[in-house]
């Protein structure tokens, strides 16, 4: 089955600057590739996704890069605020109406 | 105002007892899901739902069970047969054709 892996698990970064967080997964039939951001106590959000026949994909301040051949898939978050600080899961599928399998997730802190 | 609700936010059982989560969402949806996390953990998917009166087993449905009976509801009950309940309890719900899951808040499930 799927297997997501995730890294770092945690990241602190200045108000300011760019955080980059990574995935890779093994099932080469995966072509769906969403985003979640999870504040404390709370449910996760969707904040991007992207599908196998697109390489990269951005909006506004968050971006996400796809490489199909290596199996790996990353966010952006660039001019970083401390409301971004939160828990960001990947997450693969077949299709985006199938199970989806989550990576164990960032804790991003940004530090004022 | 259209969303997913879980009800309710803090559960707490006898080790022994049965227990009902629910999950209720207006989004007229087709599929919903269950998942468990756990502290600095990702997602774990218990069971699926794709329709109603169907559903499927994930990852862990070991000591869980579901209905899905209505299209806006989808129940899970954490038996006494689960060996470790204790934990944060995520509903999901989601459409064919657009793929996002929308997360409902959780339920924080404590079982002593």
């Known amino acids: 089955g799927e297997n997501v892996e995730q890294h770092p698990s945690t990241l602190s970064v200045q108000e300011g600057d760019s955080a980059v967080i990574k995935c890779t997964y093994s099932d080469s039939a995966s072509n769906y590739f969403p985003w979640y951001k999870q504040e404390l106590g709370k449910g996760p959000q969707l904040i991007i996704d992207i599908r196998s026949n697109v390489g990269e994909k951005k909006d506004q301040r968050i971006a996400v890069t796809l490489n199909k051949t290596a199996k790996h898939f990353s966010l952006h978050i660039t001019e970083t605020q401390p409301e971004d600080s939160a828990v960001y899961f990947c997450a693969a599928s077949e299709t985006s109406y199938d199970k989806v399998i989550f990576g164990p997730g960032t804790s991003l802190s940004v530090i004022p | 105002d259209g969303g997913i609700t879980q009800s309710p936010k803090y559960l707490f059982r006898k080790e022994g007892q049965n227990v009902t989560l629910s999950c209720e969402q207006n989004?007229?949806?087709?599929?919903m899901y269950w998942y468990r996390q756990d502290p600095g953990q990702g997602l774990r998917l218990i069971y699926y739902?794709?329709?109603?009166?169907?559903?499927q087993k994930g990852d862990i449905a070991e000591g869980y069970s579901v209905s899905r009976e209505k299209k806006e509801s989808f129940p899970l009950t954490v038996t006494s047969a689960q060996k470790n309940p204790t934990a944060f309890y995520l509903c999901?719900?989601?459409?064919?054709?657009?793929?996002?899951?929308?997360f409902g808040p959780g339920t924080r499930l404590t079982v002593t």
């Open positions: 999901a719900s989601s459409t064919r054709r657009a793929g996002e899951q929308y």
């Open positions: 739902s794709q329709i109603v009166n169907d559903f």
């Open positions: 989004l007229n949806h087709d599929a």
